[in-house]
């Protein structure tokens, strides 16, 4: 599952170049990876229990083995269109580092799909062209086999800072 | 070999607490005048294992403070100084001093060394002051023992072969004993084996010290406390030129540290055979268990009740698919399962209440923290206290326990501050001198009570009525009962220095005791008779891990009230409802207009009825009012093991927590102080607040 991997110009350490794996998901038309060492688990998409005046995106709360586990839906979290949940419709369960303490968080996306290598010379900074996902939670862009993935900082997308804002409006 | 001490110094901080919590119980216990070898042997061991954790670690500002109080309790110990209120109260002082000490270690922060060196000097100024006891006889012993200078010692110093495996490092000896003068070391390796069969963990050598300068015996012996019982300890004096009178004949004082308590004097280890032999049966009865390893196994233990009641579950519906097939459903396959099922059921309830007593420690944790509180603070006011305490072998959960303590000493400052009236003026109100403070604990369906009780004052009504309508907390027209006058001392915005009594207060209002009493759970009331002295009752639940709930359904979801905040549970009748300003509901309830909380509305879930008729509303204690809170529908109560929700999400206003239920699912639980509130907030934009009404306490029904 090794990749040949366009090597960066702005990067000059290839001496020891360390590869690091990712896994991949897909979006709508989309593929985005996360570090593969921060999956805890991959499940199929089971019924949650809805939080009160949480953000649309937060699906609500799963039981993962005795932990309460909160569930965001990606779709709906970028603003994309979101879809009706299906049987290919999985939860990818990470651990995300916060301030203070690592959280185990799900995440719901249409379907996971590789796991690919890229040195951190592969994964090159995203020009910024308005994509729907907000600069600070893309860790750079990869390519391989002609395909485009969004590599994601999933600390920043999962951290929930902004979710005080989202309710304090949704309260007015 | 090199450790990182630094990995060790959460155990070592949380001994030393314990340690120092035993001295000040122990120091109170002792009575002036008498010698309670037992008493005070306890309060040595402590002080002394503070001081060899503190060396060790490199606090060397409490291992020499501990020392200078391990010498007068040394002394004490062997009777050649008196227990007198002087040195028990430099004493008690001086623990304070060793927590401020040990509390800045601990956050690295600067100590200020100023009361540190004073209150030394006091305990060294007792030290040095005059012997009761025959001043010569002790001199004499001591003489003998350990306390002579030389110009130097020869220390012959042979390690076992395992001291190393006992977490002794030779090289800090060595070390620790350079640091008392100058030091000359030989190196025996003549037991060393050959390279081949050496084991890298144990130790082959041994030496030979020099030791100049003029430090006395004690301290070399100090030096070598930690590892008396793993090693072979020669000292004795070096040969010298010029001393004159007081030096021991060169006889060698050969001291084989083999067994404890042979490095003191033997008198005093005469003294100390019972308590040693005591404390260590102790020690082999409790281990120290970090507090995370525990959750684990609760939280195990609250996975395997769900999946036990899911097999339960199953194991009925198989009986019923039997019957409804109308086959036999007491075949033998289903009977051993039903057998088996109940016994699981059993196991795994008293495996459940086994596991929850591991959290469980007894009050007078808590407890033993008053009678220092009161002998200061009596002492600061010139009041004459008794305190008397009762039930506090009562267990609750630890983190309840560390919850409740500063609340505890609030109230139990108030009452010797407000409460208790100085000797004059209860002499004049005919009651005896000394006023009595009672500390009381007990268990009552699922709760613990915890009373704090005086025979003071008691609560001036008229001045907490005139105070509470001057803060706006209530208006002149509201009736209010004894008991809810009494209760007003709880609102926000009541300083009780100003209106219970003159003296002048320090510290938090009411209001924040009884908060800190709402976030674990629990409630506060009082009771009081003017003259006569007042009650402070807090009920609290036994654990923060499990909660009695009611089962509500809003919505698709189910969730759980608490069952400790609800009143009752009613049908609404539409001749009760009344709206005021178009917009908020209030619900007469009895006598008490209650504000009517429609559960969708604070969720933002469509498909509210507007006729409320016949519509289920709980109704909950919030503070000290009610409020009703209208549900979908009721359905059973339940105990359940409580969540976090902030574990991996993050704190809901309106959630206290989640739980998982028998089928898997997770319900949230309500935290209905927090939906009062944002039911609140919601109709602030736009009209003003409700008042919960101060409803009767007495109403009640728990």
């Known amino acids: ?172 | 070999m090199t450790i990182d001490m630094s990995q060790f110094h959460g155990a070592f901080f949380e001994e030393s607490f314990e340690g120092l919590q035993i001295m000040e119980t122990e120091l109170l216990a002792l009575d002036v005048g008498e010698v309670d070898s037992e008493i005070i042997n306890t309060i040595f061991r402590a002080a002394h294992s503070i001081k060899g954790g503190a060396g060790t670690f490199g606090f060397m500002n409490v291992s020499e403070y501990t020392h200078v109080m391990e010498t007068l309790l040394d002394e004490m110990r062997d009777g050649s100084r008196p227990v007198t209120q002087e040195a028990v109260n430099a004493l008690l002082s001086s623990t304070d001093v060793l927590k401020g000490m040990l509390e800045a270690a601990r956050d690295e922060v600067d100590f200020d060394e100023e009361g540190a060196v004073k209150q030394r000097a006091i305990l060294e100024t007792i030290l040095l002051g005059e012997n009761a006891v025959s001043e010569q006889q002790t001199a004499e012993s001591k003489e003998q023992t350990t306390d002579e200078v030389g110009a130097g010692w020869l220390i012959q110093f042979t390690p076992f072969t395992d001291m190393m495996l006992t977490g002794n490092d030779p090289v800090r000896l060595l070390r620790a004993l350079d640091e008392l003068g100058e030091m000359d070391v030989k190196i025996d390796l003549s037991a060393l084996p050959p390279f081949s069969e050496i084991i890298p963990e144990e130790l082959y050598v041994s030496w030979g010290i020099t030791l100049q300068g003029g430090m006395t015996k004690a301290e070399v012996l100090d030096v070598f406390d930690w590892v008396d019982d793993a090693c072979e300890l020669h000292v004795e004096p070096l040969p010298q030129h010029d001393k004159s009178d007081s030096v021991t004949p060169s006889e060698p004082v050969n001291v084989k540290l083999a067994s404890p308590g042979k490095t003191k004097s033997a008198k005093a280890a005469e003294k100390s055979k019972t308590p040693v032999k005591k404390s260590a049966s102790s020690e082999a009865t409790s281990i120290r268990v970090g507090i995370d390893k525990v959750d684990e196994i609760i939280n195990l233990v609250g996975e395997l009740v769900i999946t036990q009641s899911m097999l339960d579950q199953a194991g009925e519906d198989l009986e019923e698919q039997a019957e409804a097939q109308g086959k036999n459903k007491n075949t033998k396959i289903l009977l051993r399962l039903r057998d088996g099922l109940a016994q699981l059921e059993r196991n795994t309830r008293e495996l459940q209440e086994g596991v929850m007593r591991i959290r469980m420690l007894p009050i007078s944790f808590v407890f033993s923290r008053m009678p220092g509180l009161v002998h200061d603070l009596s002492g600061q006011l010139n009041k004459k206290i008794t305190l008397v305490v009762t039930g506090e072998e009562t267990e609750l959960d630890k983190t309840v326990m560390e919850n409740i303590g500063d609340p505890m000493v609030h109230l139990v400052r108030n009452a010797l501050d407000h409460g208790i009236e100085t000797p004059d003026i209860r002499t004049a109100a005919g009651k005896p001198e000394t006023g009595t403070i009672t500390l009381n604990a007990f268990h009552q369906g699922g709760n613990i009570i915890i009373q704090i009780t005086d025979d003071g004052a008691g609560i001036n009504k008229e001045r907490v009525l005139a105070k509470a309508i001057e803060k706006g907390v209530i208006s002149e027209s509201d009736n209010l009962s004894d008991s809810d006058i009494n209760n007003l001392i709880f609102a926000p915005g009541f300083s009780t220095a100003e209106v219970v009594s003159d003296v002048s207060g320090r510290g938090v209002g009411m209001d924040v005791v009884r908060t800190s009493i709402h976030k674990l759970g629990g409630r506060v009331e009082v009771s009081s008779e003017e003259g006569k002295g007042s009650v402070f009752t807090i009920r609290l639940p036994l654990t923060l891990a499990i909660l009695d709930g009611q089962l509500v359904t809003v919505g698709k979801e189910s969730y759980v009230i608490p069952l400790i905040s609800i009143v009752e549970s009613i049908q609404i009748d539409r001749a009760n409802i009344n709206v005021v300003a178009g917009k908020a509901e209030v619900y007469k309830l009895r006598n008490h207009y209650i504000p009517v909380i429609r559960s969708r509305q604070v969720f933002g879930l469509p498909g509210d009825k507007k006729d409320l008729h016949g519509a289920l509303m709980v109704v909950v204690e919030v503070g000290n009012g009610h409020a009703g809170i209208i549900v979908d529908d009721l359905q059973g109560q339940q105990q359940v093991v409580i969540k976090s929700l902030e574990t991996n999400y993050r704190k809901v206003e309106t959630m206290s927590g989640a739980t998982i239920l028998g089928n898997g699912t997770v319900a949230l639980i309500w935290d209905v102080a927090g939906m009062v509130n944002y039911h609140q907030k919601k109709l602030k934009q736009g009209t003003s607040t409700i008042k919960l009404s101060a409803d009767d306490a007495d109403n009640e029904v728990a």
Do not use: C
């Not at chain 1, 985005?32 to 939080?51: A, C, H, K, P």
């Not at chain 1, 910024?128 to 391989?144: E, F, L, Q, S, V």
């Open chain 1, 1 to 172: 599952m090794s990749a040949q991997i366009e090597l960066g110009s702005e990067n000059n350490n290839e001496l020891n170049e360390h590869e690091d794996q990712y896994l991949t998901f897909v979006l709508g038309e989309e593929e985005y990876g996360v570090d593969i060492l921060r999956v805890q688990e991959i499940r199929g998409w089971d019924t949650v229990t809805s939080i009160p005046n949480a953000p649309a995106y937060i699906k609500g709360v799963i039981n993962l083995r005795g932990t309460i586990v909160s569930i965001v839906d990606l779709r709906e979290r970028f603003g994309m269109d979101s879809v009706e949940y299906n049987d290919l419709t999985v939860v990818v369960v990470l651990r995300v580092k916060g301030d203070e303490k690592e959280r185990i968080m799900g995440i719901v996306v249409d379907a996971v799909s590789e796991v690919y290598n890229f040195s951190d010379s592969g994964i090159k900074d995203a020009p910024d062209m308005g994509y729907a996902i907000n600069m600070d939670y893309m860790k750079g862009m990869a390519t391989i086999e002609e395909k485009m993935i969004i590599i994601l900082n999933i600390d920043e997308l999962m951290s929930l800072k902004d979710l005080d804002v989202v309710t304090q409006a949704v309260q007015k």
